[in-house]
């Protein structure tokens, strides 16, 4: 069996992005306006503050009008839902982000729902989840992750995903559930599997597409994999790596990728797989929100 195709997430983000900043130049070039977006980070977690940095720095590469909040770790709820709200009335930010996970004081589904809908660029807002559960994905803004997800199998296999046996591993509301959506929509015959499924290498067995979201290290192992199948891989897992030198670590995915590259007909690594699409749809979802709050008709879907 040959090797299993590199899905290139970073060179396809890249790709993105930059149609991005040409939509958002048109965009001032006709309206004078800028899409706003605005990052709120609550705590000091190493790895959530490098996301709100490189989705900042991405925002003003697009030419948008970038905002970050960085809050202390013991800010109360009240105040985390008193900054949302101000920024819910900003007329100049047009997408709100909320870094997750919160620290654990503070209702992580209380300070979600009360971002205006229409300002929701995460996606986790309980009308844009019913929108897109209820097939209205080009009236929802689509959780980034999962939309990546999407960009990168279409980018791969090409528009048509119709009939296909897809495999979601992982049932979370940021990945599992809004990518299983997705692929519905797309007219793929969807399986959710998760910590409680019987037979799960059988059930990845039977999968021309699997996205893989359970955040635990290569756990999928190759032989489980189709021959052929595309693999997602969602799960950015650090493990230790003495071999890097004392206390280093390395990033694995969910998939044990040595194993599955010799299996899948393609396959995304990590780092350098979904991870930077997230960014990118960010992008893609602030300049649709920008879009929608200005009265201006959506443009061409990008997935
Ligand atoms: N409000 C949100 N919080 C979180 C989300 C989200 O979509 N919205 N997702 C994750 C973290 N995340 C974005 O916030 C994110 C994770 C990973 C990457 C990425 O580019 N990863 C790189 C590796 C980077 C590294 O070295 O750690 C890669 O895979 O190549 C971007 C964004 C949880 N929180």
């Not at 048109?26 to 990052?39: F, Y």
């Not at 202390?72 to 900054?83: C, K, M, N, Q």
């Not at 969807?190 to 039977?206: E, G, K, W, Y």
């Not at 955040?215 to 997602?232: L, N, Q, S, Y």
Request: charged fraction near 20%; proline fraction near 7%; hydrophobic fraction near 40%.
């Amino acid at each position: 069996m040959p090797q299993a195709q590199i899905i290139d997430g970073k060179a396809i983000a890249e790709s993105v992005r930059q149609e991005i900043t040409n939509r958002a130049a048109k965009l001032l070039e006709t309206s004078g306006k800028r899409p706003g977006l605005a990052v709120v980070l609550v705590g000091e977690d190493p790895a959530s503050q490098v996301y709100v940095r490189n989705k900042d720095r991405a925002a003003e590469a697009c030419g948008f009008h970038s905002v970050k909040h960085t809050l202390g770790a013991e800010t109360s709820e009240a105040d985390v839902l008193a900054l949302v709200e101000q920024l819910n009335n900003d007329p100049e930010i047009h997408g709100i982000l909320v870094q997750l996970p919160l620290p654990g004081h503070i209702d992580e589904s209380k300070v979600l729902r009360l971002i205006r809908p229409e300002k929701d660029v995460d996606g986790f807002h309980p009308v844009n989840v019913g929108l897109l559960t209820a097939g209205e994905r080009d009236s929802a803004l689509v959780p980034c992750t999962p939309a990546g997800s999407l960009v990168l199998l279409k980018r791969t296999l090409g528009d048509t995903l119709s009939g296909k046996n897809a495999v979601v591993i992982g049932r979370s509301n940021i990945v599992g559930k809004p990518m299983a959506s997705l692929l519905l929509q797309e007219s793929c015959t969807v399986t959710i599997a998760h910590s409680r499924t019987r037979d799960l290498p059988d059930v990845v067995r039977a999968a021309d597409i699997v996205v893989a979201a359970v955040g635990r290290p290569e756990m999928i192992k190759g032989d489980w994999i189709k021959p052929g199948a595309t693999v997602i891989d969602v799960g950015i897992n650090r493990i230790p790596a003495p071999e890097l030198g004392e206390g280093k670590n390395r990033l694995v995915g969910d998939v044990a990728f040595n194993e599955a590259v010799d299996h899948a007909g393609a396959i995304t690594p990590v780092p350098g797989g979904v991870g930077p699409m997230t960014i990118a749809m960010l992008m893609v979802n602030t300049l649709t929100a920008a879009r929608r709050l200005l009265g201006l008709p959506d443009e061409e879907p990008l997935f």
